[in-house]
């Protein structure tokens, strides 16, 4: 996918994200936008490693994979946060 795809994906992926772990995060839309990017990349690195298949596209299987890495990178982040 190109950068623009990746952004928008990732955009999407970490307001639902964000949807799901509601709760007052520093930083606003940018650092959503960066968590759902960072987050995509790391669930399609986790579901490969795991046998599950990475982000390929966008298809549901993709965006699951994505919106848990986006999940697990924000709740990653308000440890670190706190």
Do not use: C, E, Q
Not at 1 to 9: D, L, Q
Not at 58 to 81: D, E, H, M, P
């Amino acid at each position: 996918m190109g950068i623009i795809a990746w952004i928008i994906f990732g955009l999407i992926a970490g307001a639902i994200a964000k949807f799901l772990m509601p709760g007052k995060d520093p930083g606003g839309i940018i650092v959503t936008i960066i968590i759902g990017i960072v987050g995509a990349l790391l669930g399609g690195w986790i579901g490969t490693a795991l046998g599950f298949g990475g982000v390929s596209g966008f298809n549901f299987g993709s965006f699951v994979i994505a919106i848990l890495g986006a999940i697990i990178l924000l709740f990653l982040y308000r440890v670190v946060r706190r």
